[in-house]
């Protein structure tokens, strides 16, 4: 990536000279050009905030009722969603380092070291570990079940509000389908209060429905790629956390001979 930014730079710096150079070798053609360019960057701003005037007008079009209640689910669903994937990003361990730093703990310093060093390290692994040490001077049964009730309780903080997720997916096209309902009904209103099959008449109807539709369907597309994510990333963590704890077991077994 560094090496990218310096290739960018290098490349911005060349074009910079280059420029200075024919400006000074043209005045006229540099004119030209800074006008050109003034006119372009003009009319790409123009593009932008046309872009934002037309999103904003489909959706007061759409109807600010259900619009907005659809645009709440995308605000909720994302607030959600980077919530898990703060948290799970926080709660990824290096296992295999754990692994290995508490099993040279238990070898040189008993089961305290390794304690010690569950402590020192974040993550459901490290806490599962503890768990299992804290009792493993009982007896192996013991530890082994409060390993195996300790990691349902991990699994639970981990799923934590992702079926609001689930929810906000399944409800925003329905919001959507709803909307269009009852576009439908206001033109098939309008047709009946008019007497006649007119373009004009189930026009804004019509557009209502499609527009409801496609914003649902859209906000249903983007929490899905969260959601599927999330759920990839807590299978990837139970994984971790099942074979760490057989490997704990294991060391404990071990130990204990």
Known sequence: ????????????????????????????????????????????????????????KRFIEGGPGFMGIVLLCLILGLAIAIERIIYLNLSTTNTKKLTQNVEDALESGGLEAAKEVCRNTKGPVASIFYQGLDRADNSLEDAE????????????QLEKNVSWISLFIALAPMLGFMGTVIGMIQAFDKIEAAGDMQPSLVAGGIKVALLTTVFGLIVAIILQIFYNYIIAKIDSIVNDMEDSSITLMDMLVRHKK
Do not use: P, W
């Open 1 to 56: 990536m560094k090496r990218l930014f310096s290739i960018i730079a290098i490349a911005c710096v060349m074009a910079f000279g280059t420029a200075n150079a024919t400006t000074n070798a043209n005045t006229i053609v540099s004119t030209i050009a800074s006008s050109t360019q003034d006119d372009g960057a003009a009319a790409d701003a123009e593009e932008d905030l046309n872009f934002h005037q037309e999103l904003k």
């Open 145 to 156: 079940k409060a390993v195996v009730a300790y990691g349902g309780v991990q699994m639970g």
